[in-house]
């Protein structure tokens, strides 16, 4: 499928580009030759595969949830720039 210079300018307008004469030229190529591929994958008879999210087996990368001891709070708040009342301090919002 082979675009038009029209139809890339019209691109080049609603992504507010201002292009060269030589780009215009050369994003038609490019941009025809995308369609042109995807059009190649849309012709793939892909029927007798079902749909799946991935390829890849299913599997999580998280640590098991295991219950532990808290951090004390005085540790907690070791490398806080200022602590109020055993809290951190923070800035109002504005």
Known sequence: MSLTREE?????AL???TLSEAQKARYQEQLSA???????????DTSTISPTA??????????D???TSPL??????TNAPEAIE?????PPLR
């Open 72 to 77: 004390p709070r005085e540790e907690a708040l």
């Open 54 to 63: 991935t390829v890849l087996p299913l599997r999580t990368i998280l640590r």
């Open 86 to 90: 055993g809290c951190f301090a923070v």
């Open 34 to 44: 995308i369609l042109d591929y995807a059009a190649r994958i849309q012709a793939v």
């Open 15 to 17: 992504a507010h580009l």
């Open 65 to 67: 949830d295991t219950m």
């Open 8 to 12: 890339v300018d019209h691109i080049a």
